[in-house]
């Protein structure tokens, strides 16, 4: 069964970091694209930044840009999002997504439609 799941979302002081995971079962995620989104409730899910570890490829949002980064685990076939001075503004719930699919091969999307598999949501806040 595909599953995601992430955790590691919990309440930060503004200028903390946190890292959170998601991590990986009956597929194996390095070998399909990637991608970190987070929704502020009644707003659209916000893509933050995709990846595509086959070729080291990585693309960002201008939410992503700067402050957040990727780094994985294939040992444990987790992710993980890495994130620096943490803002109020970027309390919500974070989300990773991937897409099953090898065609294409490479590259990877920011759009939020092209993904078919999503973990549950971990929360992170932010507070002043």
């Known amino acids: 069964q595909v599953q995601l799941v992430e955790s590691g979302g919990r309440s930060v002081q503004s200028g903390g970091s946190l890292r959170l995971s998601c991590t990986a079962s009956?597929?194996?995620?390095?070998?399909?694209?990637h991608a970190w989104f987070r929704q502020v409730p009644g707003q659209e899910r916000e893509t933050i930044l995709c990846?595509?570890?086959?070729?080291?490829?990585?693309r960002y949002t201008d939410a992503g840009e700067g402050r957040f980064s990727v780094s994985w685990d294939d040992a444990k076939n987790a992710a993980f999002l890495e994130m620096k001075d943490l803002k109020p503004e970027d309390t919500a719930v974070y989300y990773c997504a991937t897409e099953l699919s090898l065609n294409p091969p490479y590259g990877c999307y920011l759009d939020v439609k092209k993904y078919d598999y999503w973990g549950q949501g971990t929360q992170v806040t932010v507070s002043q």
């Open positions: 009956g597929f194996t995620l390095h070998y399909y694209r």
């Open positions: 990846y595509n570890q086959r070729e080291d490829m990585y």
